[in-house]
């Protein structure tokens, strides 16, 4: 079995962020990522194509609000955490995330 080495989207990146900061304050969250996650391997292993996962990872974030949204929801609930946004990169979600947490840690 070969192991691909293929990143999630943004919006993936995105949800499971936002499901992994959540799973410890809810049950519902934390089944959520869970399949998610299961869903995840199984396109690495080319059992589940991309399209059906990033259909499913759209359809759970408009459950939530959208990309927009669940960016915001998933900074802010780390910055009340730990009173910082530490995550860096030069990928979409981490500039979108960026912003926010500056607009937040600047009010």
Known sequence: MTKKTEKPSPEAK???LFLMAYKTTSPAHKEKSKRIN???SLV????LSRSDYLEEVQ???TSY???SEV???TVRFYI???GEWTLQGDDKYCQDA???ADKILNK
């Open 71 to 73: 960016v915001e929801k």
């Open 44 to 47: 690495l292993k080319d059992e």
């Open 98 to 100: 960026k912003q926010i």
């Open 80 to 82: 009340e955490k730990s």
């Open 14 to 16: 995105a949800l499971s």
């Open 38 to 40: 299961r869903l995840w």
């Open 59 to 61: 359809n759970t974030l």
């Open 65 to 67: 609000g959208g990309y």
